[in-house]
């Protein structure tokens, strides 16, 4: 079996409403999708997500990627061969992780195929049957905030994720509102996407002490490694790190500089799966513990996600993933709907996502 084509196409799905964060809001998605398919004519589907305000990439950056060099250095190989075609991708372009996460998980879901197994099977059977997954409460004023938490819990949801990062006073205040109405049983997590300073997170961080949180994530830029430590020192709530992590020589770094105590992992900014599961060991060896990040995929990049938790050994329940749920339309047969706070584990063969050829080229542009 060798790889005869790699396909790359620029997705832009609808949100159902606007989401914002401390660097910017977000409309619609700015994904690629990749399919490749081998001389035998088994196809794979991987997802690719970015978000140029956050990693510097967007749709059309990922399609050039492909296309120009990571498609091109991966012909002719086999795709059970995910450590070589790895190698390959990294010689032919440094860095661009989300490019080369969409090509890697189209390798592995053509391995379930080919194996007549669900992904998941691959790497070590299933860890977590119940994928719990998770509230986003984004940047908005703290009374839409308390509504969105309440219909969450009213969902059965036990985890939910508040954005914060532009407004200290509003931040804290979000942040309260949504723990009075959740109640003390709710796991409430808070991203501040680098949006403070020095001076400014210790006071926010702080304020937000008594309101017994899961963690504090990633509330300095990605490079000050010292400010979290000592942001860490001086907390009782943990500290997590998102931008800041990307692969294992980064868990390395954040752990011997003591600036945190959980490590963000998402699929497309790791450069997929295998990748992923490097840093999870990664961590793990290091005593950090982990949790599955989002950068609102696709009900295809979502499934893929889904596959990598349930057999990761040190991740946190909690997942966050919404599926289909965001979305205007998806690009999937039957989208991919939370239930009550959980997805399900996909089971059919390989990623066991049904992509539509017509929605793929509506929203390909």
Same mark, same amino acid.
């Given at each position: 079996?060798?790889?005869?084509?790699?396909e790359?196409?620029?997705?832009?799905?609808?949100?159902?409403?606007?989401?914002?964060?401390?660097?910017?809001?977000?409309?619609?998605?700015?994904?690629?999708i990749v399919?490749v398919?081998?001389?035998d004519?088994?196809?794979?589907?991987?997802?690719?997500?970015?978000?140029?305000?956050v990693y510097?990439?967007?749709?059309?950056?990922?399609e050039?990627?492909?296309?120009r060099?990571?498609?091109?250095?991966?012909?002719?190989?086999?795709?059970?061969?995910?450590?070589?075609?790895?190698?390959a991708?990294? !010689?032919?372009?440094?860095? /661009?992780?989300?490019?080369?996460a969409?090509?890697?998980i189209?390798?592995?879901?053509?391995?379930?195929?080919?194996?007549?197994?669900?992904l998941?099977?691959?790497f070590?059977?299933?860890?977590?049957e119940r994928?719990?997954?998770?509230?986003?409460?984004?940047?908005?004023?703290?009374?839409?905030?308390?509504?969105?938490?309440?219909?969450?819990?009213?969902?059965?949801?036990?985890?939910?994720?508040?954005?914060?990062?532009?407004?200290?006073k509003?931040?804290?205040?979000?942040?309260?509102?949504v723990?009075?109405?959740?109640g003390?049983?709710t796991?409430?997590?808070?991203?501040?996407?680098?949006?403070?300073?020095?001076?400014?997170?210790?006071?926010?961080?702080?304020?937000?002490?008594?309101?017994?949180?899961?963690?504090?994530?990633?509330?300095?830029?990605?490079?000050?490694?010292?400010?979290?430590?000592?942001?860490?020192r001086?907390?009782?709530t943990?500290i997590a790190?998102?931008?800041?992590?990307?692969?294992?020589?980064?868990?390395y770094?954040?752990?011997?500089?003591h600036a945190?105590d959980?490590?963000?992992?998402?699929?497309?900014?790791c450069g997929?799966?295998t990748?992923?599961l490097?840093?999870? /060991?990664a961590a793990?060896?290091?005593?950090?513990?982990?949790?599955?990040?989002?950068?609102?995929?696709?009900?295809?990049?979502?499934?893929a996600?889904?596959?990598?938790?349930?057999?990761?050994?040190?991740?946190?329940?909690?997942?966050?993933?919404?599926?289909s !749920?965001?979305?205007?339309?998806?690009?999937?047969?039957?989208?991919?709907?939370?239930?009550?706070?959980?997805?399900?584990?996909?089971?059919?063969?390989g990623?066991?996502?049904?992509?539509?050829?017509?929605?793929?080229?509506r929203?390909?542009?």
């Amino acid at each position: 079996m060798k790889i005869a084509s790699v396909e790359a196409f620029p997705v832009a799905l609808p949100l159902k409403k606007p989401f914002s964060i401390a660097l910017g809001t977000m409309t619609h998605t700015s994904h690629i999708i990749v399919k490749v398919t081998t001389d035998d004519g088994i196809f794979g589907f991987g997802e690719g997500a970015t978000w140029h305000v956050v990693y510097g990439y967007d749709r059309h950056a990922l399609e050039w990627a492909v296309e120009r060099y990571l498609g091109p250095a991966i012909l002719g190989m086999d795709p059970f061969d995910i450590e070589h075609i790895l190698s390959a991708m990294d !010689m032919a372009l440094p860095g /661009n992780l989300m490019a080369k996460a969409g090509v890697e998980i189209a390798c592995q879901d053509i391995r379930g195929k080919a194996l007549g197994v669900p992904l998941h099977r691959l790497f070590g059977g299933v860890l977590m049957e119940r994928l719990e997954t998770i509230g986003f409460v984004d940047i908005v004023p703290p009374e839409e905030a308390a509504r969105l938490a309440e219909a969450f819990t009213r969902e059965g949801y036990r985890f939910i994720k508040i954005k914060v990062g532009l407004n200290a006073k509003e931040d804290v205040e979000r942040v309260r509102v949504v723990r009075l109405t959740v109640g003390p049983d709710t796991c409430i997590r808070v991203d501040g996407n680098q949006g403070y300073d020095r001076a400014s997170a210790g006071k926010v961080c702080r304020a937000l002490e008594p309101f017994n949180l899961q963690w504090i994530e990633q509330p300095l830029p990605y490079w000050d490694i010292e400010g979290l430590a000592a942001l860490a020192r001086d907390l009782t709530t943990s500290i997590a790190v998102d931008e800041s992590i990307y692969g294992v020589h980064d868990v390395y770094r954040v752990a011997q500089a003591h600036a945190a105590d959980i490590i963000n992992i998402k699929l497309s900014k790791c450069g997929g799966i295998t990748n992923s599961l490097k840093v999870a /060991n990664a961590a793990h060896a290091m005593g950090l513990s982990c949790f599955l990040g989002s950068c609102i995929e696709t009900g295809l990049g979502s499934t893929a996600a889904l596959h990598f938790a349930a057999c990761c050994p040190n991740l946190h329940a909690g997942i966050e993933m919404d599926g289909s !749920m965001p979305f205007k339309d998806d690009i999937l047969a039957e989208p991919l709907i939370p239930a009550y706070g959980t997805l399900p584990l996909p089971q059919g063969t390989g990623l066991g996502a049904d992509v539509q050829p017509d929605k793929l080229a509506r929203y390909s542009k």
